[in-house]
């Protein structure tokens, strides 16, 4: 099995992070520390590694260290599939963020194709309750995990749409803006619910007959209104022409890919997963990232990074030790937070330990070796 792993990870003037440096060895992460310390920090440079605006969705500006306003950095050596890469993201203040790829600059997608990221967030803990718009973001990193040009679908669809939108606001009915701006839509559309739908699919034969200690979840994607949720690039076509005159009342597109949503099942106990306890919620979703990663060491030939904040802490120890043990059978280099070592202790020496504490606004970072 090939391997995905960050050898040496640098942030400079990164959040709390005046200067920091890890080297690594593609064995799982522990970073522990006290709340505050700068422990997501780290996961959130981490997850820039990835195009998109990171696990937090900070725009560039908010990221730099605050005591400093010269912009920021992060720099990656990685191992993707026994290549080696230089990973290279910053911005100066009041730009945008650059990305260079062994030393070139490259369009953030670029990072998708070498640099496979998938997350769970605290702030995802509320996910199958919450806003569709949650559900469709975690699916759709899976997603950019198996088909890194999904994201170009994605921003292309989202570029034309706007456009769309800005015309219904302006209540312009000239039908041949409208035509060309929905072909656009109708072509990355059916590219983006096909990806979608493969990817479900994947997921499932990933989940059948695995072995693993988390519950399956069976997925289906529909609309999140009561419209229906058009595949084909001609059923898109004909949606967003037959639904012009009820956009233009409501300012924007009221159909398509962009209103998708997640719905799981609970397999064994038939149950959706709104319906389940928080614990149940929880563990779903661990599931469905490390039956992610599943299909990726096979479809790809490495398993993705994953970043694991305050998932440790959420669950009891033989849980604990079963993630630890399905992380270190997959390969998968995975990046976890806790508040203290104790956390990690199933993990015996099968990890790199880092400490983080907080020192006069700035992050301190030590290796326990
Ligand atoms: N742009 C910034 N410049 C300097 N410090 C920042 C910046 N953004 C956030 N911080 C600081 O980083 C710290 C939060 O870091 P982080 O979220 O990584 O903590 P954590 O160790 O994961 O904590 P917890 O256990 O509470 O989740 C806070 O003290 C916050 O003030």
Redesign the pocket.
Same mark, same amino acid.
């Given at each position: 099995m090939g391997r995905l792993y960050i050898e040496e990870l640098s942030l400079s003037h990164f959040?709390?992070h005046r200067a920091a440096r890890l080297e690594l060895d593609g064995r799982p992460v522990a970073i522990y520390?006290?709340? *505050?310390?700068?422990?997501?920090?780290?996961?959130?440079a981490v997850s820039l590694l990835s195009p998109g605006r990171g696990l937090r969705r900070a725009a560039p500006d908010?990221? *730099?260290?605050?005591?400093v306003g010269v912009g920021w950095k992060i720099r990656a050596d990685l191992v993707s599939l026994h290549q080696m890469h230089e990973l290279e993201t910053w911005a100066e203040p009041g730009s945008a963020r650059t990305v260079r790829v062994d030393g070139k600059s490259a369009p953030q997608v670029a990072l998708g194709r070498i640099a496979r990221v998938v997350w769970l967030i605290?702030a995802m803990d509320r996910l199958w309750i919450e806003a569709p718009e949650g559900r469709r973001r975690f699916l759709d990193r899976m997603v950019m995990s198996f088909e890194p040009r999904h994201a170009e679908a994605v921003l292309a669809y989202e570029k034309a749409m706007r456009d769309r939108n800005r015309l219904l606001k302006d209540m312009v009915r000239d039908a041949h803006w409208y035509d060309a701006l929905e072909a656009q839509m109708a072509d990355q559309g059916a590219v983006i619910m096909t990806n979608r739908l493969n990817a479900l699919e994947r997921l499932a034969r990933a989940q059948d007959g695995a072995e693993t200690a988390f519950p399956a979840a069976h997925l289906t994607l529909k609309a999140s209104d009561d419209l229906p949720l058009p595949v084909e690039r001609d059923d898109l076509l004909a949606a967003y022409a037959d639904t012009r005159p009820r956009d233009m009342h409501a300012g924007r597109t009221l159909i398509g890919p962009h209103r998708a949503d997640l719905t799981a099942v609970y397999t064994a106990k038939d149950v959706a997963a709104d319906q389940c306890s928080t614990g149940e919620q929880k563990a779903l979703l661990i599931s469905l990232i490390l039956a992610n990663g599943r299909a990726l060491a096979e479809d790809f030939g490495a398993a993705p990074i994953f970043l694991l904040?305050?998932v440790a802490a959420h669950l009891d120890a033989n849980r604990r030790a079963a993630l630890y043990h399905e992380i270190g059978a997959l390969g998968a280099q995975a990046f976890m937070?806790g508040?203290g070592p104790e956390l990690f202790a199933e993990l015996d020496g099968r990890a790199a330990r880092y400490e983080?504490s907080?020192e006069g606004?700035?992050?301190l970072l030590k290796e326990i070796l």
């Open positions: 959040r709390s520390g006290a709340n *505050g310390a700068g422990k997501t920090n780290i996961l959130e908010e990221i *730099g260290h605050k005591s605290p904040d305050e937070t508040t983080v907080e606004g700035s992050s």
